[in-house]
């Protein structure tokens, strides 16, 4: 009897040691993590050596040979060939195959990203004999898990990829990739010395149900790292599924941001924008097109708040553009855009086959977007 009391008496006192501990303790324990978070802020900021930076990176946004929006995008990383959709009809094919032949020297894709099965995404690998899967090797081929199509033109180019993956190519879901599964990888190394890399973003749809018909959500979310520097690409994804991809996922400043769902209005949210505050947007869309009427003014007033660097690829009609725009080429706003990054290079620099003036200072945005207003000159 007298022992168990002991122990009662004992616990007793270590609970009392424990309320009385001296404040000098608590506010040792409080700078302790101070000079802790303190020191690790100033090796990040001052100290940290920067990943280094090799070899070149490109992104190509090309025209896509007609007054659509949609998006095919080339990526050349060292020497892999990169293809993300192959949009906006079928017909842009030809255009397709005429822009990356000029990089492109063994006529294969290292790898071909399908971000979702909307047919301005897909079209180019959806033709019977004569889409892009018949017309290069691919190697690798990623795509979104998950899809609510079931069109004649999604079915078309679920069999083009079933003949691809027959003749060859491996191929995995976004969500293989992610979880390293399967012979997926959620980063695809791009040059011997690991400088540029292809690194494969959760989204919360890629295993849960979006409902309706919403497949944009479902789309493929890829970075590219170069070094230090990121760029970032998200297809069509939209408000619910960028919500999410900012909680699944570490993401910080880009230095290009592929303008969601080609500037809609449920896209490019603040959450996500003040999240990777993109250094340069280009936006796969086809001013003054009819049906959408692409880029949003409520994008472009989000957007407006971290770049002014933000291009266009297509003007859809003529009424904006000047003679000599009339003289090089119908439809082209900035034309093809290329992103490039290089070692030698301090900075990420943008080169446009047509015109290099930024969205802001055209007549069509000063006129059709006068209420927007930009925050960087």
Known sequence: ???????????????????????????????????????????????????????????????????????????????????????????????????????????????VIITHGDTDHIDGFAVTNGSIFDLYKCETIITAPKTSKTTATYNRYLSELNDETQKGAEHYTA??????????????????????????????????????????????????????????????????????LVQYNNLSQVELYKAGHH???GSSTDKLLNKIKPKICVVSCAIRESEYDFPKESFLSRIAKHTSKVYVTTMAELEYLTGVDKANGYGAMNGNVIVSSSSEKESVEVTCSHSDTLLKDTSWCQSERASVTWLYN
């Open 263 to 265: 500037g809609s209005a």
């Open 175 to 244: 969500l293989e990739c992610y979880n390293n599964e399967n012979g997926g990888k959620r980063e695809y190394e791009l040059s011997e010395d690991g400088s540029i890399k292809m690194e494969i973003l959760y989204n919360y749809y890629y295993d849960h149900e979006r409902g309706g018909s919403e497949e944009n959500d479902y789309s493929v979310c890829v970075q590219f790292h170069h070094g230090d520097r990121k760029f970032l690409f998200t297809g069509d994804l939209e408000t619910k599924g960028e919500e999410y």
């Open 1 to 111: 009897m007298a022992s168990s009391k002991s122990r009662r008496y004992a616990k007793k006192a270590a609970k009392e040691a424990v309320r009385r501990s001296p404040k000098w303790v608590i506010i040792t324990a409080i700078i302790l993590i101070i000079i802790i978070a303190g020191g690790y802020f100033v090796y990040t900021k001052f100290f940290k050596k920067p990943l280094p930076i090799t070899g070149e990176l490109s992104f190509h946004f090309m025209m896509l040979g007609n007054n659509r929006s949609g998006d095919s995008i080339y990526v050349k990383a060292g020497d892999n060939d990169i293809l993300i959709d192959a949009g906006s009809e079928s017909n842009s094919i030809d255009d397709i195959c005429n822009y990356v032949n000029q990089y492109m020297d063994d006529n294969t894709f290292e790898y």
